[in-house]
């Protein structure tokens, strides 16, 4: 049966990946992102199916509802909370507007627009995705903000989870590094991250799909991220020290 999916940050990277591999399964599509429909691909993109909004900014959820009622889109079987944003080095430089852009769009618009779609998604109890990072669970230097507020979405699902319980399935989706621009946009040196290594947004968004179709609460794509990011959960204090140690 065809879906309606709403995927946010769907115009880059994970989430285009995402729209595509939806849209080939015949999906009804809402796409949301922050660039104007004339910088999109006419093929996947039309004022039909996608709503432009800054999700950093307040209001961002109220602007999707809109849409939906616009589109007259009662129905919502899949919102996956993808948008995402980086920020590297250290915080001593980094602007308070980069530090207020990361929190808004990894927890704000997540939790704004969970609760501003309920009304969409219990009458088919529909699945909420939140595309998370395997940094969540990981010491991070130089990425203090961006993991911390990764943890904080772990934090939001969990207990939407218990709130919500049976009537609405809350799914967390830990994403290892992939070759995608977010690495390029948050302003990591090329010389340092060689990003062109990580599997490509196309086989990362493939498991997506196929750990949303499952049912398992929490998923770590890949044997090697669930080791770093269950290490970095039960080791943490171990590890943080023998890093502060490498650091001196
Ligand atoms: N790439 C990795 O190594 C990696 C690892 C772990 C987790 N993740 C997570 O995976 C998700 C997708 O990341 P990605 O690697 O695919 O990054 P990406 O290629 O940069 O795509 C991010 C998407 O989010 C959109 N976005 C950012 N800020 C927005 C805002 N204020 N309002 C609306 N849309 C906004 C971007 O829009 P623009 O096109 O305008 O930039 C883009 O469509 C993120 O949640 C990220 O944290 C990525």
Redesign the pocket.
Known sequence: MPKTVLI?????????ALARLYHSRGDRLIL????TLADLDPQLFDDANYCQ????QVGAAAEIVRFLQAQKIAQIHLLVQ?????YVGPIAAQSAASIR?LVN??LGAPADLTQSLLPWLHPVRGKVVF?????AGLPAPDYAVYVAT?AALDGLARNLRIELGDALPIQVIH????R????R?AGVDPARMD?TR?PP?EDVAANIALAVERNRAEVTLGATNWILYRSGLWLGGMIDRLLMRRSR
């Open positions: 946010t940050g769907a115009t880059d990277g994970i989430g285009l949301v992102g922050r660039r909004v800054d999700l950093s993808n948008a995402g944003v980086g852009q769009v990894h595309i998370s990072s395997v940094a990764k994403v290892g590094a992939t995608t621009g977010m690495h946009k990003w990580f947004a």
